[in-house]
């Protein structure tokens, strides 16, 4: 090279230096980068691509391609350039006029820009890790490369993107249209302007996973406080649900003992009594539910218990409650005897069900109840099932929402509590529903009774 190219070489690679300097995101400085391996009065070479490195899926991903989509294309541009002679002013040039559009919406760019190839595979991108450029031609490329055959490349030049010793990528670039031969001063030009390249996009991507990182962080934090926020507020729903529940305990006993004493003197006064303690009773369970509801799942115990015993003791109580003539079936495995769990929140889910079940078969004369539990691959399965005519569709997206209710007297809090409880324990419950015939809950619980049992054993002998 005599002196004048090398001064003219420093002269462009200096002016190109800035533009990349100054190039604040990242899609932007890869136009920037293509744009000036293609321009005339820059590195000169009619098409060029950048390839970026994917480490996790150790492929080459093509991300970029600036050329023009047709001979005639590239003479307008070449002429237009010509005439616009952006020498000693390339990098204001570079920064501000650049039509992006175009060149996203080229044939070549939508090829390049879709295109991954693997680096197991035969690939000429396996030079990612050299330090120097090379002027391939169709003879060199590999047989996975097909992306650059449909492209027609035929001979072209290949720089590696090295940043830090460490290949990012590569830019590809090649005379397809006025078919220049490639020479050795074009390939040892591109190579510095490679490496000027990379640090500038390895710095911007290194910024791009910064930003990416602390939205992430910031997204984070506000989930944090959000959760916080909710727990404060069921703790305080708990503590005034709490006082008002004793409140209550203490206004309907003395309400109880004027009944009594008004039984027999006053029957119209014993009449309104009796409709104040109903309401009374009424507002009492919704302030146990809602207080059950807002202390959710903080308060769990878990342990190894009887499962079959607490479904046929539950059963036993609520038919005691219950005098009229609901029909209880069960079908409870060996297998799924025990469970792992809070045996309190298991009975506390099997009321609920039975309950709404109960309520669902309310008007039948052949009301069934049907509890059957299993074992399943890694689960316990429990089953609540009636004939009570089921769920009207319209009303199915809504029934697991706290306070949906199409009962008069219903709090609609029965099927969140039990939905909450369940994913407690990891849990996960679904609904098979079978319009006018009746409605089945399956509950799945992950069956860790061994694992819990052999920690104890471990931590017994150890
Ligand atoms: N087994 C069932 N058969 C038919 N409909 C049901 C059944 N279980 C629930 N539903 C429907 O889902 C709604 C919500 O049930 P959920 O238990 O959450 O509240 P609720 O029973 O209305 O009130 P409560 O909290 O006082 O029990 C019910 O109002 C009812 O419409
Ligand atoms: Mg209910």
């Keep these: 090279m005599d002196i004048d190219r090398i001064v003219e070489e420093w002269k462009l690679l200096y002016e190109l230096g800035i533009a990349i300097s100054l190039t604040t995101d990242l899609k932007k400085l890869l136009h920037v980068v293509l744009t000036a391996v293609t321009i005339g009065d820059g590195l000169g070479f009619n098409r060029a691509a950048i390839?970026?490195?994917?480490?996790?899926?150790?492929?080459?991903?093509?991300?970029?391609?600036?050329?023009?989509?047709?001979?005639?294309?590239?003479?307008?541009?070449?002429?237009?350039?010509?005439?616009?002679?952006?020498?000693?002013?390339?990098?204001?040039?570079?920064?501000?006029?650049?039509?992006i559009e175009a060149q996203l919406n080229s044939n070549f760019n939508k090829t390049i820009s879709k295109s991954r190839i693997s680096l197991q595979k035969d690939t000429i991108f396996k030079n990612i890790n050299?330090?120097?450029?090379?002027?391939?031609?169709?003879?060199?490329?590999?047989?996975?490369?097909?992306?650059?055959r449909e492209l027609n490349f035929e001979q072209f030049a290949f720089a590696p993107l090295i940043s830090r010793e460490q290949p990012i990528g590569a830019i590809v670039a090649d005379n397809f249209y006025n078919k220049r031969p490639i020479e050795q001063d074009d390939i040892t030009t591109l190579f510095l302007f490679a490496n000027q390249s990379a640090i500038a996009i390895e710095?911007?991507?290194?910024?791009?996973?910064?930003?990416?990182?602390?939205?992430?962080?910031?997204?984070?934090q506000q989930n944090l406080i959000h959760q916080k926020h909710i727990f404060n507020l069921g703790r305080a729903v708990a503590d005034i649900t709490h006082e008002i529940k004793n409140a209550l305990i203490g206004a309907i006993g003395f309400l109880d003992r004027a009944r009594k004493i008004s039984a027999d003197s006053n029957p119209q006064v014993y009449q309104y009594l009796e409709i104040v303690k109903k309401e009374l009773d009424r507002v009492y369970n919704l302030t146990l539910d809602i207080n059950r509801y807002a202390k959710g799942q903080n308060r769990s115990v878990k342990k190894i218990f009887d499962l079959e015993k607490l479904i046929l003791d539950t059963i036993e109580a609520i038919k005691n409650i219950n005098s009229s003539n609901i029909q209880f079936i069960t079908d409870l495995s060996e297998f799924a005897k025990y469970l792992y769990g809070d045996p309190d929140q298991i009975k506390q889910v099997l009321i609920n069900l039975i309950k709404n079940s109960t309520e669902a078969i309310a008007n039948k004369k052949d009301g069934l109840i049907k509890i059957s539990t299993y074992k399943e691959d890694k689960f316990i399965v429990i089953t609540v099932e009636d004939n009570g005519g089921g769920i009207d569709i319209k009303f199915l997206p809504y029934v697991?929402?706290?306070?949906?209710?199409?009962?008069?007297?219903g709090?609609?809090?029965?099927?969140?509590?039990?939905?909450?409880?369940?994913?407690?324990?990891?849990?996960?419950?679904?609904?098979?529903?079978?319009?006018?015939?009746?409605?089945?809950?399956?509950?799945?619980?992950?069956?860790?009774?061994?694992?819990?049992?052999?920690?104890?054993k471990d931590n017994g002998s150890g």
Excluded: C
């Excluded at 050329?67 to 294309?73: L, M, N, Y």
């Excluded at 710095?203 to 984070?220: A, C, F, H, P, Q």
């Excluded at 697991?400 to 007297?409: D, G």
């Design 400 to 409: 697991f929402k706290p306070f949906y209710s199409t009962k008069t007297h």
């Design 130 to 148: 050299q330090k120097q450029a090379f002027v391939f031609d169709a003879s060199n490329l590999g047989g996975d490369d097909q992306i650059l």
């Design 51 to 99: 390839f970026l490195y994917n480490r996790p899926n150790n492929t080459m991903d093509g991300v970029l391609g600036v050329a023009p989509d047709s001979i005639q294309e590239a003479t307008t541009i070449w002429n237009s350039l010509r005439n616009l002679d952006i020498r000693g002013r390339m990098a204001s040039w570079l920064l501000n006029e650049i039509n």
């Design 411 to 456: 709090t609609g809090l029965g099927l969140s509590i039990v939905r909450e409880i369940v994913q407690e324990h990891n849990g996960v419950i679904s609904l098979d529903n079978f319009v006018g015939k009746g409605a089945k809950f399956i509950i799945k619980i992950p069956n860790l009774v061994e694992e819990e049992k052999n920690e104890k």
């Design 203 to 220: 710095n911007l991507m290194s910024i791009e996973t910064y930003k990416n990182m602390s939205k992430r962080l910031i997204e984070e």
